[in-house]
């Protein structure tokens, strides 16, 4: 997504401060979600059904490794006729100095 992170720093009693990045969650979503309908718009979905799919299905999960800690949410759109529009998102990242 091309959506600027909002860049963050927190500091601690102890001087150890810790970078990341957050981005507004229902900005990714949608503007995501938009585009991603754009490029992937499937042949067993008519125009007027894009818009009305029965279903939203929301799940989040974050994974640490490498030094950063990632976090994703992915949205999959789900419509009477079996479809699935499936999307995943970058929300947030840290750095760390460890994995634990």
């Not at 959506?3 to 229902?26: A, G, M, N």
């Not at 990714?28 to 718009?41: H, Q, V």
């Not at 007027?48 to 929301?58: N, T």
Request: aromatic content about 8%; proline content about 4%.
């Amino acid at each position: 997504d091309k959506l600027p992170p909002c860049v963050r720093i927190q500091e601690l009693d102890d001087k150890t401060k810790f970078r990341f990045y957050v981005k507004p969650l229902d900005r990714i979503l949608s503007l995501g979600m938009k585009k991603k309908l754009k490029e992937e718009i499937k042949d067993e979905i008519k125009e007027g059904e894009i818009k009305h799919p029965c279903k939203l299905d929301l799940s989040w999960s974050a994974n640490h490794g490498g030094g950063f800690f990632r976090a994703v949410v992915k949205e999959v759109l789900r419509y009477d006729n079996g479809t699935k529009l499936k999307f995943v998102h970058r929300v947030g990242q840290m750095q760390c100095k460890k994995d634990t």
